[in-house]
């Protein structure tokens, strides 16, 4: 004879399924909101890392250097001299690659002299790109604070080029200030 549940039997054993079934479900969530970054993260990241490269690249290097250098402070302030971070980004062609390095140095206001900043420690990553490829060969950052300092830096650049748009001979190379307009310089600050 075959076995045949109660009407009790059958809401208990449903209700126990879906409650079991709510928990993985919402474990699933959490799992997937606590786990590292993915790939799609790491992509976006180099490719804030691309943007970096072509905005400085762009500035062309200083008369007399085969390598281009360039400085930027990041913070929120207008004023450069309240920033928090100072950056220096160096280009250098190696064959068919270049390798971009970024030096970060964060600044701490002098006690004796609050108009001062003094480096209080520096760190620095470095990459090679190879025509649309982007890889960090090196770096004191961990993925994820690296991935977070990105897009200041590439706004603190932009905002330079917006700073130095209206003076276009201050610096040699810096012919794109002929191409840019100020739609094509904060459709770049926002992505």
């Avoid at 620095?124 to 490829?133: H, P």
């Avoid at 060969?137 to 977070?148: F, G, I, M, T």
């Amino acid at each position: 004879m075959k076995a045949v549940r109660t009407r009790p039997q059958q809401l208990r054993y449903l209700v126990h399924r879906w409650a079991d079934g709510a928990v993985l479900l919402s474990l699933g969530f959490t799992a997937a909101l606590a786990a590292p970054s993915g790939p799609g993260a790491v992509k976006k990241h180099l490719a804030v890392l691309k943007q970096i490269y072509t905005e400085v690249k762009e500035m062309g290097p200083y008369p007399g250097e085969d390598f281009i250098r360039q400085e930027f402070f990041v913070g929120e302030d207008d004023d450069d001299t309240n920033k928090d971070l100072h950056v220096i980004i160096l280009i250098q062609s190696l064959e068919t690659k270049e390798t971009m390095t970024i030096r970060v140095t964060e600044m701490a206001k002098d006690p004796g002299n609050p108009q001062a900043r003094l480096a209080r420690a520096s760190r620095t990553f470095s990459c090679l790109v190879a025509g649309d490829r982007v890889e960090v060969r090196s770096s004191d950052y961990k993925e994820k604070d690296l991935a977070r300092l990105a897009p200041e830096i590439l706004k603190a650049i932009v905002n330079k080029k917006r700073l130095l748009l209206g003076t276009p001979y201050q610096f040699p190379n810096f012919s794109f200030f002929c191409r840019l307009n100020k739609s094509e310089i904060d459709m770049v600050s926002r992505n």
